[in-house]
């Protein structure tokens, strides 16, 4: 299986502290992407990164993909209460599969 | 609004009820996608339809029953459910050929009892 595995499942940080998911994955790829669901809601769309990238930013974003080790993390900068939420990565397999499989994801709790 | 929306927001039914759920998108994507999300399991992928063709049956018990007669509209027919079904069914759009993310609807939150 290429599921994700998001590590750590649940993280608990101080407004302001910087939140760091990790995530690894089992088979080749084509991208790797990274959503955020608030609780009982639909997921969001964050980044996505190619397999031939290592590094992307946007915002307060930022992922890094190896894909020797297969693993990716995504880094939230400079946390808001409002980052709260369950972050899932999911990959998208090589050989035209269209599908994305989701690990289960981290639960970012941000204190104010 | 993410350009995907689903109804209804929540179910409750019986085990001998039939009910459709319903997902409209009309961001031009030509794949749709039905997901369930129970807890503590990761997303689990039920159907794909890719240019309105079923592509992908994951070995979802035939009580669900998918249908898409057209690229912006997919619904999830539902008859005899079990209680384990209850679950919060999500759909998803994208565009195929291109490294594009998916836009979820905000989900349906089904309870079968």
């Known amino acids: 299986s290429q599921q994700g595995e998001e590590d750590p499942q649940a993280l608990s940080i101080q407004e302001g502290e910087n939140a760091t998911m990790n995530c690894s994955y089992k088979?080749?790829?084509?991208?790797l992407q990274w959503y955020r669901q608030n609780s009982g809601r639909g997921l969001v769309h964050l980044i996505l990164?190619?397999?031939?990238?290592r590094e992307k930013h946007s915002g307060r974003l930022r992922v890094t993909l190896d894909t020797s080790k297969k693993s990716s993390s995504l880094l939230i900068t400079a946390s808001r209460a409002a980052d709260t939420a369950s972050y899932f990565c999911?990959?998208?397999?090589?050989?035209?599969?269209?599908?994305?499989?989701f690990g289960k994801g981290t639960k970012l709790t941000v204190n104010p | 609004e993410t350009g995907v929306t689903q109804t209804p927001r929540h179910l409750v039914m019986g085990m001998t009820n039939k009910k459709s759920l319903k997902c409209e998108q009309h961001l031009g994507h030509n794949a749709m996608y039905w997901y369930k999300q129970s807890a503590k399991k990761p997303l689990e992928l039920m159907f794909v339809?890719?240019?309105?063709?079923?592509?992908e049956n994951n070995s979802v018990p035939s009580r669900f029953s998918p249908e898409c007669p057209n690229s912006s509209h997919l619904f999830l027919h539902l008859h005899t459910l079990q209680p384990e079904d209850s679950a919060l069914y999500l759909c998803?759009?994208?565009?195929?050929?291109?490294?594009?993310?998916?836009?979820f609807g905000s989900g349906t939150r089904l309870t079968v009892v």
């Open positions: 088979t080749s790829i084509n991208n």
């Open positions: 339809y890719s240019l309105e063709e079923r592509v």
């Open positions: 999911a990959t998208e397999g090589q050989g035209g599969s269209e599908k994305l499989v």
């Open positions: 990164i190619r397999s031939n990238e």
């Open positions: 998803a759009s994208s565009q195929l050929s291109g490294d594009y993310g998916y836009t």
